[in-house]
């Protein structure tokens, strides 16, 4: 479309479609630009800094615990803070909390700009360990839906041993903090952080994967795409409806649409005008947010890595003669080629943004993702089966286990290759 334009001399003939992107596009850019200015309650924030405040509000996040605090976002007179507090007491979505705390304005730290990436979401304090007191809660369906969240969280690690219960909770419940240190390093030593936490190439690998899972059993092109639309919902509900979450699966629904109905150029398309819409409405995703960003490199991915690189792949396995299970082997390839896009696509941001490149990558992802169809279908039903028949928990999620102690297992075997990552920066 771009090339047209630029030599169409003036005289310029679009289709509907390509003004739509082409307006897009423009948006995009001038939301961006915009971007790049001081918001100005960032600086009003400033006459706040290292002030002990008396703050009331209302928890507006899921509470997230880590290693050695819980962590949450506090509506309050004073705007959005961002609240690190001891583990205990133990706070929930919607509890109403007052007392005081120093204020901080969040500072930058290894090159990564805090306060840009906070303030994406209207985040402009942050408030380290305060004396708090619970003084009510405010009934809602995220209350409820939290509370949920957590009994299939209580069910999970009554049933699986640690780490392999905080990976099936990042897996299945969206949790970035369920894993120590070490194993995140060893995770992204080997090139699978993506599958810890939600993020745009997480969705977008697990729509593809899930596609072409219904494929394998048997399931026509069209029932598969529906089959996964509805995983793909009801996985963001049991996530909490975060908003990450939310733009990673209007970006893996725009796959499946695009990768069932053979129309993947179409797709960039619909991608610049997702993407303008989503800027709208949070003009600082595109700057500031790892997720939307790799959301958007992960469906380029698609759209100018895959097919040729699928089609190379499709070559190759002729040489085999495997035309006798040619149907199963070309769904299999597809999720390979489809993974390695993602994977390539995604890489220039990743290495930016955590200044390493893991040189395993490729062959830790070809062995750990087939896994996770079986994870996602076989965690769904085992917490399912947990509420129905609780006192064989241990037997519902065994097969799991199984899977999730292979991962590691990779994982860590994997991490100590040596050269298996090269730090950049």
């Not at 419940?173 to 939600?198: C, E, M, P, Q, W």
Request: glycine fraction near 6%.
């Amino acid at each position: 479309m771009f090339k047209k334009i630029l030599n169409s001399g003036g005289n310029i003939n679009l289709r509907p479609a390509q003004k739509i992107s082409l307006i897009s596009l423009i948006i995009i850019v001038f939301i961006f630009c915009l971007s790049l200015e001081t918001p100005a309650a960032m600086g009003q924030a400033q006459n706040l800094n290292n002030k002990n405040t008396a703050l009331q509000g209302l928890i507006i996040s899921e509470p997230e615990s880590a290693q050695a605090n819980q962590s949450f976002i506090l509506n309050t007179s004073q705007g959005k803070v961002l609240v690190y507090a001891n583990l205990y007491p133990e706070y929930s979505y919607g509890d109403i909390l007052e007392g005081n705390c120093v204020l901080k304005v969040p500072e930058a730290f290894n090159g990564f700009d805090y306060a840009r990436y906070l303030a994406k979401d209207h985040i402009y304090l942050i408030c380290y360990y305060p004396s708090f007191k619970k003084i009510g809660f405010k009934a809602s369906f995220f209350r409820n839906l939290f509370h949920f969240k957590s009994l299939l969280t209580i069910k999970i690690n009554s049933a699986l041993p640690e780490p392999e219960a905080g990976l099936a909770s990042a897996l299945i419940l969206g949790y970035k903090k369920t894993l120590d240190k070490t194993d995140n390093d060893n995770f992204s030593r080997v090139g699978l952080s993506h599958i810890i936490a939600i993020s745009g190439s997480h969705i977008t690998i697990i729509s593809a994967i899930i596609l072409d899972f219904f494929l394998l059993l048997g399931l026509s092109r069209r029932r598969s795409f529906y089959f996964s639309i509805i995983f793909l919902i009801f996985y963001v509900v049991l996530t909490g409806l975060q908003a990450s979450a939310l733009r990673s699966t209007i970006m893996g629904i725009l796959v499946l649409w695009a990768y069932q109905s053979g129309r993947l150029a179409n797709l960039l398309n619909i991608l610049l005008i997702s993407a303008a819409i989503m800027l709208i409405f949070q003009p600082n995703l595109l700057r500031a947010d790892l997720g939307f960003q790799l959301s958007f490199a992960a469906v380029l991915g698609i759209i100018y890595i895959y097919p040729p690189l699928n089609k190379r792949l499709e070559a190759w396995s002729l040489k085999f003669k495997t035309k006798k299970y040619y149907s199963s082997w070309k769904n299999i390839l597809n999720t390979l080629s489809l993974t390695l896009a993602c994977q390539l696509a995604t890489a220039p941001i990743l290495i930016s943004s955590f200044g390493r490149l893991s040189l395993i990558a490729p062959l830790s992802n070809i062995l750990v993702l087939w896994t996770f169809p079986f994870l996602m279908i076989g965690l769904i039903s085992a917490l399912f089966l947990s509420f129905i028949i609780p006192g064989l928990n241990l037997v519902w999620f065994y097969p799991n286990y199984l899977l999730l102690k292979f991962i590691f297992i990779v994982v860590n075997l994997l991490a100590t290759v040596p050269g298996a990552a090269i730090q950049l920066s």
